[in-house]
């Protein structure tokens, strides 16, 4: 639908500055996608302690800027030789609030990885998770405040998912259960029903929940 100078002039102060507000949760929902990219893009940083612009907020009074600065400072494998994360995005669903200074988002991804734990072995992994997170306007530019990548598999390409399941790679390596509640929270497993989580946000999301860092809404689903 094309809008011109014309229509925009015969709304009333009301409809004018709804209007405005659907336009800035649109740019907010352009900026949050763009936001997430990158993070994506430049994932392998977060381990080698590359310079890089910084996406996460750090400033914001429940974030753990510590425990992130000393994640990204951890090596995970003896070299980055062999080793590749491609975790494109896809399937976004994005609800942003009625100022325009938080959002909430669940993304899919597909991924391929060449994992190399040790040198001699690297692995070609198929990897797809979800990307569930929340998301904070400081300063003008949208930062991540909360929700790291949760795998739903993670295998060696020809063994396929219902044989093989890496876990997190961590020094030192993470036991099954450590896992099962970090990245591994909604991994899958043959002798599970799955569980629909986590949860896209709904609609009223932020009326719902109002908190920034409230994960409840994550799961809502399960309590219908």
């Not at 009301?14 to 997430?36: G, H, P, S, Y």
């Not at 996460?56 to 800027?65: C, G, L, N, T, V």
């Not at 000393?70 to 609800?95: W, Y």
Request: aromatic letters at 8%; a negative charge.
């Amino acid at each position: 639908m094309r809008v011109t100078m014309e229509d925009i002039e015969l709304l009333d102060e009301e409809e004018f500055l709804e209007t405005e507000k659907k336009v800035n949760q649109l740019i907010a929902v352009w900026e949050v996608k763009n936001l997430r990219g990158r993070a994506a893009i430049f994932h392998d940083d977060q381990h080698i302690g590359q310079k890089r612009k910084e996406l996460k907020a750090m400033e914001h009074p429940s974030f753990d800027r510590e425990g992130e600065i000393a994640f990204r400072m951890k090596p995970v494998v003896d070299s980055l030789e062999g080793n590749m994360l491609i975790h494109p995005l896809t399937t976004p669903v994005i609800e942003v609030d009625e100022n325009c200074t938080k959002a909430r988002a669940t993304f899919w991804s597909i991924g391929i990885e060449g994992l190399s734990k040790f040198r001699e072995t690297p692995m070609a992994i198929l990897s797809l998770g979800m990307v569930p997170g929340t998301h904070v306007k400081m300063n003008g530019e949208w930062r991540i405040l909360a929700g790291n990548w949760q795998r739903t598999t993670k295998n060696e390409f020809h063994a396929g998912w219902i044989h093989d399941m890496q876990v997190t790679n961590t020094r030192p390596p993470l036991t099954k259960e450590q896992d099962r509640n970090f990245l591994g929270r909604y991994a899958y497993m043959k002798d599970e029903v799955r569980k629909p989580v986590p949860c896209p946000p709904k609609k009223d999301t932020w009326e719902q929940f109002p908190d920034e860092t409230d994960p409840s809404w994550q799961s809502v689903n399960l309590e219908e």
